[in-house]
């Protein structure tokens, strides 16, 4: 740049940062402000379950410690398309399952695709399954019975 002076910061604490986020291109600015409402906005224009997912994502006291997974989802959006983003998110939501891994695993197996066993107007009935190690009531009952001891004295046991 023939000595041309480009850019000056200021002076930070050792460890400081100084970022200014207008250095960025501007398809990337969007990253560089870790905004967890603009990434709420972002999801809900590509769909609504998309969106609340997201909201349950980002809720709690620090959003910012989901961001990273807030960005795998709209990374999501990109490679398979937003559409099936958005009905993977609305599964998950209605297993009340919030967490990115698991929507990219409803992608994978193709579980988006299927309606959902609670859906209205959907045959399938939802049918509880017999618990396989479920003792029944009468084997908790302990009735004590007496027996004879060698020395021919009776106990209870």
């Not at 009905?87 to 988006?112: K, P, S």
Request: proline share 8%; aromatic share 6%; charged share 25%.
């Amino acid at each position: 740049m023939d000595g041309i002076l480009v850019k000056t910061h200021a002076r930070q604490l050792p460890g400081g940062r100084a970022t200014d986020h207008a250095d960025y291109p501007a398809e990337l600015t969007a990253h560089t402000l870790r905004d967890p409402e603009r990434m709420i906005r972002q999801a809900l224009s590509h769909g609504p379950h998309l969106g609340r997912f997201m909201e349950a994502l980002l809720s709690g006291t620090i959003p910012w410690a989901k961001l990273r997974q807030g960005q795998k989802l709209l990374r999501l959006g990109t490679k398979y398309g937003w559409i099936r983003v958005d009905q993977a998110c609305r599964r998950a939501l209605a297993f009340e399952i919030v967490n990115v891994g698991r929507v990219e695993a409803i992608l994978l197996q193709e579980l988006d695709q299927l309606p959902l066993p609670l859906d209205p107007g959907t045959e399938t009935p939802v049918v509880p399954i017999r618990l396989r190690f479920q003792r029944p009531a009468g084997s908790f009952i302990h009735t004590p019975t007496q027996e004879l001891c060698h020395d021919g004295s009776e106990t209870l046991s």
